[in-house]
T-cell receptor, first 111, second 112 residues
Framework: DADVTQTPRNRITKTGKRIMLECSQT?????MYWYRQDPGLGLRLIYY???????NKGEISDGYSVSRQAQAKFSLSLESAIPNQTALYFC??????????FGPGTRLLVL | KNQVEQSPQSLIILEGKNCTLQ??????????LRWYKQDTGRGPVSLTI?????NTKSNGRYTATLDADTKQSSLHITASQLSDSASYIC???????????FGRGTSLIVHP
């Protein structure tokens, strides 16, 4: 099984809808991250969490919220989706000495 | 501000040829530098990690170098294969923070 899984893998939604992207990991890492990737812009950090009770904003957190339900689960919500949130979203995990392990990504299209 | 700049933005080479990708950074204080490979539509996968005291590290046909004085790194790919077609991302971490800084990546296309 994959170390970091994301659901759904693809999602089409309409402007104004609330959606949730989910991430689960089996690596036992404390740190989890949500990134979005747009063509030509690279990966940009949305939110990150260093343990279950810790939530921190990244550089582009506006319009997003997160929930760390357990060490292994970190979900990203778009409260009211808008078209410029169309992107590829990645979840990642890490520990103190290892690098980041990325999930397979969720491709989101907001119409 | 911590920044990571990569060049070239894109590169096209013939199968079997070598190539070198560049990464310049201003992240401080430096902790480590990683190169990731990202296949289209997939998550990045780590190729190499280098700390301050290391100046070269290999992973098969991939060789990364680090010059901590000039804050530059390179990724050399030897005898390229079609499967090397991907985006290569340079990521630098600073001590005291566990939020790495990402470059925008170099898109490599290997033609037969």
């Amino acid at each position: 099984d994959a170390d970091v899984t994301q659901t759904p893998r693809n999602r089409i939604t309409k402007t104004g809808k609330r959606i949730m992207l989910e991430c689960s990991q089996t690596k036992g890492h404390d740190r989890m991250y949500w990134y979005r990737q747009d063509p030509g812009l690279g990966l940009r950090l949305i939110y990150y969490s260093f343990d279950v009770k810790d939530i921190n904003k990244g550089e582009i957190s506006d319009g997003y919220s997160v929930s760390r339900q357990a060490q292994a689960k970190f979900s990203l919500s778009l409260e009211s989706a808008i078209p410029n949130q169309t992107a590829l979203y990645f979840c990642a995990t890490s520990d103190m000495t290892d690098g980041q392990y990325f999930g397979p990504g969720t491709r989101l299209l907001v119409l | 501000k911590n920044q990571v700049e990569q060049s070239p933005q894109s590169l096209i080479i013939l199968e079997g040829k070598n190539c070198t990708l560049q990464c310049n950074y201003t992240v401080s204080p430096f902790s480590n530098l990683r190169w990731y490979k990202q296949d289209t539509g997939r998550g990045p996968v780590s190729l190499t990690i280098m700390t301050f005291s290391e100046n070269t590290k290999s992973n098969g046909r991939y060789t990364a170098t680090l010059d901590a004085d000039t804050k530059q790194s390179s990724l050399h790919i030897t005898a390229s294969q079609l499967s090397d077609s991907a985006s290569y991302i340079c990521v630098v971490s600073n001590r005291g923070s566990y939020i790495p800084t990402f470059g925008r990546g170099t898109s490599l296309i290997v033609h037969p």
